[in-house]
């Protein structure tokens, strides 16, 4: 389920999956979180790239709703653009066409390089627990209704603590936050398969 929107059908979590795995709009989505709203032009400068590749793939992340002209900027062919709000649920993959889920695996793949990158970053910037870079491991029992609902207060606490870009306080910082929660690997627990 994507917040927010309507249920997306497994055409559109495909194309969406494709769309975040171009490199290209990845990058234009990256800047549009860092610095709000571009235009092709602008954009094609910052990226390296021409305008009309640049409004090419503007158009197209608009399409999927990940992006919105601001109308109050736009004048003529010069049309501005910003980021909107966003958050996807991945289904389960079962339940996914052989297309759906390789365009999933595809952008998996890429986030887990991010990702990887990320955690390396994070204990290198490391100043202590009152620093900027956070690093936590824990382990602990749960049942499955406790990670549902420890989930679900994790994404309050994220809504509670974070901020919209446009409505930050003046001293607030981007802050990329990562969750992976998997049970011990001990082969099947009560019946149930939970690792190799």
């Not at 003529?76 to 996807?88: D, I």
């Not at 390396?120 to 824990?138: F, I, K, L, N, S």
């Not at 209704?145 to 409505?167: S, T």
């Amino acid at each position: 389920m994507t917040d927010g929107l309507p249920e997306m059908t497994s055409l559109e979590r495909t194309a969406l999956y494709k769309s975040l795995g171009n490199p290209l709009r990845r990058r234009i989505l990256e800047y549009l979180g860092r610095h709000g709203e571009a235009n092709s032009t602008v954009l094609a400068r910052e990226l390296g790239e021409s305008s009309g590749t640049t409004s090419y793939h503007l158009r197209k992340l608009a399409e999927q709703r990940l992006i919105e002209e601001i109308p109050e900027k736009s004048a003529g062919r010069e049309r501005w653009w910003r980021a909107l709000p966003f958050s996807h649920t991945t289904p389960d993959p079962a339940a996914m066409s052989p297309e759906e889920y390789a365009a999933a695996a595809r952008l998996a793949h890429l986030k887990i390089e991010f990702d990887t990158a990320l955690y390396r970053r994070a204990h290198e910037e490391y100043r202590g627990p009152d620093g900027w870079a956070q690093v936590q491991r824990h382990g602990t029992w749960m049942t499955r209704e406790d990670l549902l609902a420890f989930m679900e207060d994790y994404r309050a606490l994220l809504d509670r603590y974070g901020h919209r870009r446009e409505e930050a306080p003046q001293e607030a910082r981007p802050v990329l936050v990562r969750l992976y929660a998997v049970p011990e690997p001990v082969g099947e627990w009560n019946g149930e398969p939970t690792g190799p």
